[in-house]
RNA sequence: CGGGGAGUGGCGCAGUGGUAGCGCACCAGCUUUGGGUGCUGGAGGUCGGGGGUUCGAAUCCCCCCUCCCCGACCA
């Protein structure tokens, strides 16, 4: 391609809206331009990227035995209302009427389409497993699109969806795609990380996200320094005989005698002037005016913050609830929604507070009177005693004892985990980290073959619900958390496998490296590299400004100086290495190089 | 949906009642010729939309729309 031709205007000023580095860089350099909140124009440039990482998501899923088919993107609403998703999603569904005034909606996924295809098609165990896929334009009206690509309301997804026989065929299919993935986000040169998931809107149960690992992601995930424990921190589990505090003694700078020794679980040793539970001291109010934070508790009281307990208030299928963990710690409110369900939990909010003058915020403590159900982290029983509101506004108590002035009716894992926390499964450190998520894997076996009567018969005559599994990547994501990855100040560096090109060649001004440059153009071509030509009457500073920001992995510079020695200039964009190539071996070693990157 | 902010030429911005400006980009020319060169000239805007106040509105008032940020939400 030549850069005379190319639709591309390179802009010298950052976009004023965009935050993230992909975003930026991608409109800058020319390669999406915004037509509304959360949608995007891929122009010349962004469209060859995504078309790059559209052909390696294909051929691993034809290599992982998967079939492509293309499903509508405007879906009748009435198959929506037969799987229940139709409420589900509410208004994320971008919705419109015909001219006969019927309901459709624009697709933001496809089980009951690819379900209900499969449904009419097939009939017997003969004819399963099966997996399909498509990619395709799919939408969410988000309430808040941001980030460019990374959170758009129209995205190119490949979504695939299997059927199987039974549970052990699942487990093949899902496997088979695990491990396709791996190599789509290798291939893209993404650094990622497979961790277990929260299901969303699908449903099912299993299932596993592909986290690329970058500060801008919005998914915060767990994982374990030593054994391959790795989990969305909405479902991340720390270990249940944790000492209590053994977090926040090593993140939040708290003095050695704060830890707590598992073998000694009991309080007395977190605090010199604590007493042994058995002869505890009584509950005994404390004035704190005004205090209704944690941290300026700690502060009035010369306490921990790891000493204190958090009552976190909620409404539960028409029940006041009680979330309790401990002061220093935040609670993972989907940990709360588990461990309640299937009844659906709202934290109480400013006007719940406001219509109840017996709860008074900052002030409440496990004791409550009204409180019909209280819901403990394990952590809680771990101390003796602590420090927590005394249901009375401007009051706190001290020595509250577990059991003894309040107790649980249920335990459940609560806390969101941070750093520092101990792994489940082996007791190591964990760490978190932020991540964008490129790509999902369920198992949702037969909610939507049972809705939508997709059974087959087996030998026997017998009819059976098809097991189901999908199967996400967010290509479009993708390509933004590819630039996330690798870019610097200058611009963009594409892995070669998602650049929008193989080689820039930049001609400088003069004829002769015009000329010398239309010759390279061609003999490359003839090679199969893919070259864009910078043939611009422009700058020598121009053209290099331009490379950079654009990324293509390599670039060569074709100017009268080095042609004065018969030389060419290579630079490799991601690294900034140079050297020349002797004019007439360019093409067979650049060709060369490509070839076995393009193996490796 | 709650809170905050912004809509002025393709992009980034200035302009608080008196005839719309700057930088970049774009066009013409000169200059320059290996890291966004310097100069000259030029084209391009119903100042988001509607209503109102005023002799006069980008500017003040009202309504609406769009966009951005924080929060809630989230294949």
Redesign the pocket.
Known sequence: MRMSRLFL?????????A?VDSHRLLV?GGFIR?V???IYSWLPLGSRVLRRVERIVREEMDAAGAQELVLPIAQPLDLWERSGRDTAYGP?MFRLQDRKESWFCLS??AEEVITSTVAAEYSSYRDLPVNLYQVNW?Y?D??????GLL?ARE?L?KDAYSFDLDADGLQASYRAMYDAYHRIFERCGLTFRPVEG?????GGDVNHEFMAVAAVG??DFVWCRSCDYAANVEVARRRVDAPVGAASGTSAGAPDSERWDSSRRMASVSDPSAEDPAGASAMEEVFTPGLTSIAEVTGFLGVEPSATLKSLAFEAGGRLGLALIPGDRELN?FALSRALAPTPVRLLDDADFAARPSLPRGFIGPHHPDVELVVADPSVAGRGEWVAGANRADHHVRHVVPGRDFRADRFAELVTIVTGDPCPSCGAELSVDRGI?V??VFQLGTKYSEALGAHYTDEAGEKHPMVMGCY???V??VVAAVVEEHHDE?GMAWPAAVAPFDVHLVA???EE?AAAAEALYHELRAEGVEVLLDDRD?????K??????IGVPVQL???????ARGVV?R?VRATGERDELPLGEVVATVAAALGSAAQG
Do not use: N
């Open positions: 205007r390179t802009l010298r000023d950052d976009p004023s809206d935050e800058r915004k509304a909140s959360g994320l933001p996924t799919k969410r988000e309430l808040r699109p941001r980030f959170r995205f997804m929260e299901a969303g809107e699908i919005e998914d409110e998520e790509g999902q996400g990547i967010g479009s994501r200058h400088m001004p003069g490296p422009a700058r020598a500073g121009v290099f400004a331009d490379a950079d920001l510079v074709v100017g009268a100086k080095g042609l200039e630079k």
